[in-house]
């Protein structure tokens, strides 16, 4: 028969357990980046990152542009945010700079005043005409050479390995440490109901 004392080490064993072989499953997420050839066996042995990376990569990029960032929504926003009004108003202001500059000292101020605002209104009117044309002759051509996926795609691709696996666990680290207590939890819990199962067969 256990003694008292074995009893109450197997929650603290379960949980110890529990905790650990979460803390190496999270590790094996990263590691290793270089796979290892298990001897006498033909399987390689990879962390899951480095194993996929290609293959998050792709999905990453192919989520972003079908879920997150679909390029129509982006093309709506340009057109929509105030983006055409602050190409006018930049297209404005250096207008009246350069108009400024070239016009002779000897001008008075109210011509000159009189001439950049016959100007600045010529511009813009103008501007918006054309930035609109332009914008929706060019809506196709954007769609038609803009793979948002591919892009995204190549530049996870190219992340190094320790540069993705710092990025991850910066954005995720409170929640891998999550994971680590909870094992150590739910092993504590089932070394309880071990030492349950066990009392009970004792009183039987």
């Not at 591919?150 to 666990?169: M, N, P, R, T, Y």
């Not at 995720?172 to 994971?179: D, M, P, S, V």
Request: hydrophobic share 45%; aromatic share 8%; proline share 4%.
């Amino acid at each position: 028969m256990m003694e008292n004392w074995e009893l109450l080490l197997m929650p603290l064993v379960g949980g110890i357990i529990g905790w650990i072989t979460n803390m190496i499953a999270i590790k094996m997420l990263f590691w290793p980046k270089t796979p290892i050839k298990l001897p006498f066996l033909s399987w390689e042995f990879a962390g899951l990152l480095p194993k996929r990376h290609l293959e998050l990569a792709r999905s990453i990029g192919e989520i972003i542009e079908r879920d997150l960032l679909p390029l129509d929504d982006l093309l709506v926003y340009f057109q929509k945010s105030g983006f055409q009004d602050h190409v006018v108003d930049s297209l404005a202001y250096h207008v009246d700079k350069r108009i400024q500059e070239k016009l002779p000292r000897l001008v008075p101020s109210s011509i000159k005043e009189l001439i950049t605002t016959y100007v600045q209104d010529a511009v813009t009117r103008e501007a918006n005409t054309i930035i609109t044309q332009v914008a929706h002759s060019s809506i196709d051509k954007v769609k038609s050479e803009l793979h948002l996926a591919e892009l995204v795609e190549e530049k996870v691709a190219a992340f190094d390995l320790e540069q993705l696996e710092s990025l991850i666990k910066e954005v995720t680290n409170t929640e891998l440490k999550y994971i680590e207590y909870l094992g150590g939890i739910f092993g504590f819990l089932i070394g309880c109901v071990q030492v349950l199962f066990v009392v009970l067969i004792r009183g039987s």
